[in-house]
DNA sequence: TTGAAAGCGATACCAT
DNA sequence: ATGGTATCGCTTTCAA
């Protein structure tokens, strides 16, 4: 209690003028003289002050402060899409509250309701694995507040989109793989109506097509909670081996698919790439020291929540309602290493 | 613009009532007839009345927000530390804002003045590595901010604390390496001052103490980056193995210099463990799957986040001032695995 | 049990 | 160029 900030009111009665000439002052108006501009600014360094936020929050029904709705936090995928925006945040002089929906659709309801209680002046979303009924976004963004979708997006919002480059990653990933001479290329991925779970299949499917492969259905494997749990990869991987002709590759279609894969592939004494060669989306700190060095499609994900958050603050600082909604997609990048290596 | 919310006033003039009673029956006051609360709380319900925060917190002067400041939000440990916080904050119904430091003690200054600016409860502060003056914090402290530290604390601060049991944590995978027969044991670790060094150190020194063996100066080495940079580690990795005798096993004080760790010994051919053993403080998601799975020192990050959240609370709804503060040490836990056992 | 009114801090409109 | 004042939404003291 010793230190508390001094307030307009504090310097109008120090310099005896009154708040609205000290607000003005502050402001820089064109309005006010040189000399008590000068006097009341130099006055208000001096004794630090610090417009409240709360006040200029309340007036103004903005609060310089932007919402945003993820799975999970400890994903190193979403963690470093979070320190991307935090940078752009940071620089702007905007606040951010982060909220984790765990792939539940209710929490994810939840925590948008929430973030609207708090006067967010914007959203940025990635959606859950569960979330088809985008209502609860909808209605928030027709009563004003700008959203901007990240990584798991919808068209049922017309707005602006940042996203990977997924459709010619796994392009890449699969023409890799049956450049190294691997034929029979299973993908593990996430819900199917996820926007990633169908970009990155439609890539599988074009190279696929490409090569005159025809798609084996039993060799595409959903994990209905986005590969989050280790169980259900488990079971997909050996859903794939008990085929009469399993895989000789696999595509892990996320981080936590990659990581969990692995984990199985090496439970169960299967040898990658001797047995089964496998690629992963995957933003993993250290790919190249995993057990056999894992072949990535790399997301610039710091990249993508730097944009993500620029688009939005200019969402929300335009002076006119924008109509022309951009779909950003950032370039990928394959890192071979030795899990993708065929073996002589 | 649509749907804007409704206010106490909105209410009043609906049930002709005054703003007090509604703002009272509201709250539940048992000055307020139950009709009267009744007809207000459905009337409440009805049309979705949610208290704006902004007034709220500009009468009360309190925001019911927390402010974090560490070092990295994409290392494993932290964004482990921050869901576990997270999770907490919104079981009690608060908001959190995250920032980083990135081991810069300006930048920490900042982040500190900026979220006391936002009118934060409360404080959760893990110091950067380069932080040895704590005025900034003091000053807030004094004037009445409760303060939480977490992993990276310091006693110049009377307050709560929450950390691993890094002393234990560090005996532990020392005892053990000795156990497995090796010899001279080296520890990479961060910067001198910070207190998990500290702690990470005495665990270490004890264990060799408590087997008559000397400690070796040459074989401690500092990363004044605390590890985020490649080449630090590098280089105490180098300068280890250009002593006459090297180490035999190398304990790694953090995630990021265990990652790295095991990325230079790969670089360098270094064979783990049968040229040197591995011992990592760390919350890797997936040791197993490292080339040689990692031996870790794990740290209950997600509990961690939780308790030091749990006592900023009770601290900020404290009814009298607290005087008795506690220094929670969670357990560490010593997952053994390949890389620190030993080959015969 | 209920109502009137002041005030939290900043700002913008209307005066002068 | 400067001042007075109402207002944002809510809480709380004081009256009735």
Redesign the interface.
């Known amino acids: ?4 900030s001094i307030t307009i009111k504090d310097i109008a009665k120090a310099l005896d003028l009154s708040y609205s000439t000290v607000s003005r002052a502050l402001k820089d108006s064109y309005r006010i003289s040189a000399p008590v501009k000068k006097k009341v600014q130099d006055y208000a360094a001096l004794h630090n002050y ?1 417009p ?4 200029q ?2 007036r103004s029904n903005k ?1 310089r402060s932007i919402g945003i709705s993820l799975c ?5 995928f979403f ?2 899409v ?2 991307g925006m ?2 752009v945040a ?1 620089d702007k002089d905007y ?6 929906s765990f792939e539940s659709f209710e929490r994810e309801v939840k925590n948008i309701e929430h973030l609207a ?3 967010v002046d914007g959203l940025l979303v990635s959606l859950s694995t569960e979330t088809t009924d985008l209502s609860h976004l909808k ?1 928030l963004h ?3 507040t700008p959203v901007v979708f990240f990584d798991r997006i919808s068209d049922q919002l017309q707005t602006h989109a940042v996203i990977a480059a997924n459709k010619q990653g796994a392009y890449d990933a699969t023409m890799h793989l049956l450049q190294q001479g691997f034929q029979r290329i299973a993908q593990i991925t996430s819900t199917p109506d996820l926007s990633i779970t169908k970009e990155r299949l439609e890539g599988y499917y074009e190279a696929l097509a490409a090569n005159r492969i025809a798609v084996n259905k039993d060799y595409i494997k959903y994990c209905m909670h986005g590969g989050m749990i280790y169980e259900e990869v488990e079971q997909a991987i050996s859903e794939l081996f008990s085929l009469a002709e399993p895989p000789d590759a696999i595509i892990a279609a996320s981080d936590r698919i990659s ?2 894969s ?2 199985v592939l ?1 439970k169960k004494g299967i040898l990658i790439p001797q047995q089964v060669a496998l690629v992963g989306f995957s933003n993993f ?2 790919p ?4 056999t ?1 894992l072949t990535t499609v790399k997301q610039p994900a710091f990249e993508m929540g730097k944009k993500a958050m620029e688009l939005l603050i200019q969402l929300i600082e335009a002076k006119r309602p924008v109509k022309n909604f951009e779909k950003i997609i950032l370039p990928t990048e394959l890192q071979v290493r030795a899990s993708s290596i065929k073996n002589k």
Chains 1, 2 share one sequence.
């Open positions: 209690m010793t230190s508390k610090r409240n936020l709360m006040a929050s309340l609060s999970s936090i400890p994903n190193n963690a470093e979070i320190s935090e940078s940071y606040k951010i509250f982060i909220t984790q209680w708090y006067a209605k027709e009563s004003g990581i969990h692995v984990s090496n700190s250290a190249e020291i995993i057990s060095a």
